[in-house]
């Protein structure tokens, strides 16, 4: 997961779901790998993906602030 958020900061997303795809499937109950992964469909303008995780992520962790934050990207960047 580390590897995957650091690709993230470095803005290599491709790397970035590679790598966070595997943590979900080894940590599929975890807000915060879902909420990375999310994160990263975001920044390849992947909206449906990045909405199931993000929607993911909140549904196990309601007040996690960055899954929040993403949401709210999410939601404000929505096309008609």
């Known amino acids: 997961m580390q590897l995957g958020q ?3 900061e470095e803005e290599r997303s491709e790397e970035a779901l590679r790598l966070l795809s595997r943590a979900v499937e080894a940590r599929p109950a975890c807000a915060e790998t879902h909420t990375l992964l999310g994160a990263a469909y ?3 303008d992947r909206r449906r993906k990045a909405r199931h995780h993000l929607a993911r992520a909140l549904a196990l962790d309601p007040d996690h602030p960055a899954a929040r934050q993403y949401w ?4 404000e960047t929505a096309r008609p």
């Open 72 to 75: 709210r990207q999410l939601v």
């Open 6 to 8: 650091l690709a993230i």
């Open 42 to 44: 975001l920044a390849r």
